[in-house]
């Protein structure tokens, strides 16, 4: 006898009683009833009934989780609590705070479809704004490059969790090579908006730590409006490195680094609610225009 089996190193002495001979082969649509009681969880033989449609109940994940009704909720001991800045409104706050000679590289999606539509209630034109069509994750890159080719003008890149998370190697890049007049600006609702909401891991995780361990000069993380108005007026007016998590500034300048008058890259993180109005409009000017435009506002 073969003591080394497959059966034998899995506890399991023959196929069980199915006519197609186990859960592997096709055909077969579900798991044999045996005394394991299921393949996913221990004690469990079906998946929970629940509204939200899927394998697993709310009120086991740990925080934060989304909500099936579009809101970022946090599961902390002290209990949930809703984000109350929206997206568009801490885009329309950023976009408001740059200077008219400032420049914004938008991330693919819902970011750029809200600042065009800021733009446009504002009666603004759009050539300060370059809009990234697709190439999820890589709007910081095209926008470190311009910051370098142009120093005299502050770039801004309006960034996602999920694209960030994604290339997340191009944020070393970013801290050692991007300079004072840099921004970048990460709205993490934790979800995937453009494409559905599905979650991301971005409000599980140090954001702004991962940021100042690949060396940005200013690291904030924001989850008010009245946070948000209080970091802008540190990356636009204050030089010096900053850190905000509660939306307090304390001074974080490490060791060796004496020069003051640099207040960039900057990493700003601002916590937002996933979702977006449901009447959100899409860009009326095509990539070509809109690089056109871009281009010639450049020179």
């Known amino acids: 006898k073969d003591t080394f089996s497959k059966f034998e190193l899995s506890g399991q002495t023959e196929y069980p009683k199915a006519e197609n001979k186990g859960p592997w082969s096709s055909g077969q649509t579900e798991y044999p009833k045996a005394d394991n009681k299921g393949p996913w969880l221990s004690g469990q033989t079906e998946?929970?009934?629940?509204?939200?449609?899927?394998?697993?109940?709310?009120?086991?994940?740990?925080?934060?989780?989304?909500?099936?009704?579009?809101?970022?909720i946090s599961t902390e001991p002290e209990g949930r609590v809703e984000k109350s800045l929206s997206r568009e409104t801490a885009i329309q706050m950023v976009?408001?705070?740059?200077?008219?000679?400032?420049?914004?590289v938008s991330s693919t999606g819902m970011i750029s479809r809200e600042l065009f539509e800021f733009r446009e209630a504002a009666g603004q034109g759009h050539e300060r704004d370059f809009l990234t069509?697709?190439?999820?994750?890589?709007?910081?890159?095209?926008?470190?490059?311009?910051?370098?080719?142009?120093?005299?003008r502050r770039v801004w890149?309006?960034?996602g969790d999920g694209a960030v998370i994604?290339?997340?190697?191009?944020?070393?890049?970013?801290?050692?090579?991007?300079?004072?007049?840099?921004?970048?600006?990460?709205?993490?609702?934790?979800?995937?908006?453009s494409v559905g909401g599905q979650p991301t891991v971005g409000l599980q995780i140090d954001l702004p730590g991962i940021a100042r361990a690949c060396g940005y000069r200013n690291v904030l993380?924001?989850?008010?409006?009245?946070?948000?108005?209080?970091?802008?007026?540190?990356?636009?007016?204050t030089p010096g490195s900053v850190i905000s998590t509660l939306g307090s500034v304390i001074s974080t300048e490490p060791e060796g680094?004496?020069?003051?008058?640099?207040c960039g890259p900057v990493f700003l993180e601002i916590k937002v609610r996933k979702g977006n109005r449901p009447d959100l409009g899409r860009p009326t000017t095509t990539p070509l225009q809109n690089r056109d435009a871009f281009m010639k506002f450049l020179k």
């Open 47 to 72: 998946y929970p009934k629940t509204e939200n449609k899927g394998p697993w109940p709310l009120d086991t994940l740990s925080d934060p989780v989304i909500s099936t009704l579009g809101s970022v």
């Open 95 to 104: 976009a408001g705070a740059a200077g008219p000679s400032d420049v914004i």
């Open 133 to 152: 069509v697709g190439s999820m994750g890589h709007a910081n890159q095209i926008a470190l490059g311009i910051s370098l080719e142009k120093p005299g």
């Open 157 to 159: 890149c309006f960034d």
């Open 166 to 193: 994604m290339h997340m190697g191009s944020m070393a890049t970013v801290g050692v090579k991007g300079k004072s007049n840099f921004v970048h600006v990460v709205f993490n609702n934790g979800a995937h908006d």
């Open 221 to 237: 993380s924001v989850s008010t409006e009245k946070e948000l108005l209080e970091a802008l007026g540190s990356v636009i007016s």
């Open 257 to 262: 680094r004496v020069e003051k008058s640099l």
